[in-house]
């Protein structure tokens, strides 16, 4: 209290952490709980100027900002984006903070396994690296940024995913915007790929048992040999509309009749490195989900089909 500006305050300020009130402090309703939330995450930073630069220079501020943004904090996209703009905004733009905070900010959004968080990733990368606000970036980082956001624009989820046409089993085209379902998970499997062999018989099953419900799947092979694809398709019974990767038709163009395709591989498209890879998209073909599992893409189908029968007809 005597000495607020010196270092060791500082740095007693930044290991303390909230001490909610224990009339908040309660389990016993939900009410409760959240009010107790509110006063650790409204008081995480009581008494810390972030406009000082020696705060990003001691040893506890990296731990801090991170638990705030990958612990404290909703993880969810839109929340994400609020609270790291919230930090920024108080740095005042000394440009030590501004940096790190900055810098750390989009790092975490991007190795988030959150579902979704991609889209925190493109709006502060823009926001910041690819609108000049990033003096140290040097332009291979700025390039690599670009091409990033490029990518996971297409995919965002809530956008329409790009199209897809590529040879079946018969060599005809099909075009994955042109399949009519309620829901449609989009596959990208292989058949020499050991997760895909456990994966791909799970949604299979689930797929049998909701296919009733308007549920179907466009599985994209991602390897080239005819003979030893259709042999695993009639092996374990994929019995879902089968297409093979190699063979995705490039042509026309965005601008052509369907303004959601790319000129470009399946894999650049959909940023396939790895497989498996599921899509889970509704009737107009806009992505719900995407990244997990097949037990996980039903459970999401369970909870929109019964939000659909408690809204009024």
Known sequence: KKHPDYLLSLLIRLSWEPEVPIRLNKESTRSD???????????????????????????????????????????????????AEYLIARTKNDSDMFKYIVWFSVYAAESSKIVGMDKAFVYLAKSYYLAGRCWWASNVVLKTMRERVEKLERILIGMVAPELRMWDTTKNI????????????????????????????????????????????????????????????????LDFINVNGAYHLQFGSQTDNNPYFYDLPYNEVYDIVATPVFFLLDKDKKIIAKRIEPQQMFEIIDRELMQQKKEPQ
């Open 174 to 237: 099909v075009s994955m915007h042109a399949v009519e379902a309620t829901y449609l998970i989009l596959a990208f499997w292989e058949y020499d790929c050991g997760h895909c062999k456990k994966t791909l018989p799970v949604l299979r099953d689930y797929y049998h048992m909701y296919k009733d419900k308007g549920v179907k799947v466009f599985s994209v092979c991602t390897k080239k040999d005819m003979k030893r694809w259709k042999k695993y398709i009639n092996e374990n019974n």
């Open 33 to 83: 709980s959240i009010a107790a939330f509110r006063y650790y995450k409204n008081h995480f930073w009581s008494d810390i100027d972030l406009s000082d630069a020696r705060v990003v220079r001691t040893p506890v501020f990296h731990n801090k900002l991170k638990k705030y943004l990958t612990e404290v904090i909703l993880q969810h996209p839109d929340t994400f984006v609020y609270e």
